[in-house]
Structures are given as structure tokens and as C-alpha cells.
């Protein structure tokens, strides 16, 4: 809402915005942006051009998941990569479904989606056993 008031010629201008699904979104969109262009970049740069793309092999991948930097790594991409794209997906969807109650169980059952994948990506990524693996 915002207030105008005038003292000595002076016009102020208050306003107060409020914390809701869509602002909270929105800027989400865009800290996620900048965190994928950082690490998705230095994730090409590392898988595909400082190493041969022939040698993307499950061995190369143990190797690197043997480390906890990687898995941490991997980790945040994978934490800001799903949640941005459900987020796009979910922004779609409001555009083309004009039903509320369609539009409010359509973000019940991403956020549900990305809670799940969160969790079974991420456990997968730390549980994973590079032994069998390693040469």
C-alpha cells in the first residue's frame, strides 16, 4: 500500500511490499540464474572441455564422486537446477490454466515433485559407492 504525504513542499512516498509465493518466486528465478550460469558453465567447462568427452566414462564419474568437494558440487547444481525449472514450468502452467483450484493443486503436486526429486537425487548422489568403480 503505499501512503503519499506532503510536508514543506516535499512529496515522500512510502510503500510496503509484501512477502507472497509469486515476489518470493520471482527473485528465486533470478539468484538461481546467476548460481546455474556459474555452475553450469564451470560444469561444461570441466566435463567437456578440460577433459576429453571420450573419457566421460562411470569410471571418471567415481572418481570424481569419491571426493566431497564434487558431491557438494554437483549437489548445489542439482539444488538450483531442479527448482528453477519446475519454477518455469510452474509460471507456464498459471499462463495457460485459469482455474484456481486447478492452478493451487498444480503447485501442490510440483513442489511435492521437487521435494521428492531433491531428496532421492541428493540421497543417490551422497550414498553413491565409487568402489566398485575405481580401477
Do not use: C
Not at 53 to 69: C, K, M, P, R, Y
Not at 100 to 114: D, G, M, Q, R, S
Amino acid at each position: 500500500m503505499a501512503t503519499i504525504s506532503e510536508k514543506q513542499g516535499i512529496s515522500r512516498r512510502s510503500v510496503t511490499i509484501q512477502s507472497n509465493l509469486e515476489r518470493n518466486a520471482f527473485m528465486f528465478m533470478r539468484m538461481s540464474g546467476i548460481a546455474l550460469l556459474i555452475l553450469a558453465v564451470g560444469h561444461m567447462m570441466i566435463q567437456h572441455v578440460l577433459n576429453s568427452s571420450t573419457n566421460l566414462t562411470i569410471q571418471f564419474v567415481a572418481q570424481q564422486w569419491n571426493s566431497w568437494g564434487w558431491k557438494i558440487y554437483d549437489l548445489l547444481l542439482l539444488a538450483f537446477a531442479i527448482p528453477h525449472g519446475i519454477n518455469g514450468l510452474r509460471n507456464v502452467l498459471e499462463d495457460y490454466v485459469h482455474n484456481e483450484t486447478a492452478v493451487k493443486w498444480i503447485n501442490i503436486l510440483l513442489a511435492i515433485f521437487v521435494v521428492a526429486t531433491l531428496l532421492w537425487a541428493g540421497y543417490a548422489i551422497l550414498r553413491f559407492d565409487a568402489t566398485p568403480f575405481m580401477d
